[in-house]
């Protein structure tokens, strides 16, 4: 079967790809230098699949370690997760973002080329569409960036186009919405070191008791309840979506995919399904809007379903549960070496 690398494999999206990939019939080897990702996934990716997982630990930003890795065994392609994704982050640190995101896609560009593999999965945002007032977003909308990690998502997605110009890169850009939940073993799911950015996970430790309550950033958008619009998308659904990536470009059918389900739900119906999942009230309070927060992002997830056949399964109980289910199983712990 073909192998793939999978840069930022230990990773949440990674990981979730890994176990739909080896499910899919495909070889896989991670790359990961666990500097956003805890070792622990490892093992618990053996567990999952059943098998020792291949992993070579490292950094995309390292030549050698990619051309050492591309030249040990023959690879069919890559999905390239490895990025730093923090959005106020990359407005404090820009240039950190440039040099890891940018830095580390030409160096792995560079190191697939000259090993001869020219199929790569790379892993967009639907935050490349700026500030959108159309509505669903169709992959066709003017194109532009609101933070530095949005600048360079758009900038890599230009460089592997400009790529395939000179060689035969066969390019996947997948635009993900606003992913969710976890695997539902509990045996992966999202682990954001420190205090959460992001809603899901943010509410998810206001259920552990860990957080006391969640801040509803803004109840002034034009959205029936005030609150934001994303598309929330389960992290399974996003995983599969990377097989069916791959499956086209080894047909050979590239393709740049808006991954979400096409339905807005805002923070308060978030915060409703969640507290639905665990039974008890979760306390809020509205808090000001957050400083470059969007009112509305989601999909039209058409071309997706039409180049693919993608569609996204799972909806919003599933996303919360999973997620509920998984951050109590991070809490007992897994009862192995993990
Ligand atoms: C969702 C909604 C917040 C936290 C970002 C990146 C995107 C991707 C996902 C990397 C917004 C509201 C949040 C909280 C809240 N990252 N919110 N209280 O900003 O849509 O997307 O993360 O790939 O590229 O841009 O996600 O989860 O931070 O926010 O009210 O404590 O929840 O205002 O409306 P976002 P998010």
Known sequence: M????????AGYIGSHTYVALKAAGYDVTILDNFDNADRGVIDRLARLTGEAVDLVEGSVLDRQVLDDLLGAKTYDGAVHFAAKKAVGESVAKPLDYFQYNIGGLITLTQAMRDAGVFRIVFSSTATVYGEPEVFPLTEDLPLSYTSPYAFTKLTSEQILAQAAQADPWIVGVLRYFNPVGAHPSGLIGEDPMGIPDNLMPF???????????LRVFGDDYDTPDGTAWRDYIHVMDLARAHVQSLDAL???RAHTLN?????????????AAYQAAVGRDLPYEIAPRRAGDVPKLYADPSRARAELGFEAEHGLEEMCESSWNWVQAQKRGWGFNS
Request: zero cysteines.
């Open 203 to 213: 509410i998810a430790k206001v259920a552990m008791g860990e957080m006391e309550k």
């Open 2 to 9: 073909p192998r793939i690398l999978l840069t930022g494999g």
């Open 259 to 271: 991954i979400g389900t096409g339905n807005p739900v805002s923070v308060l119906q978030m915060h």
């Open 250 to 252: 080894m047909k050979g």
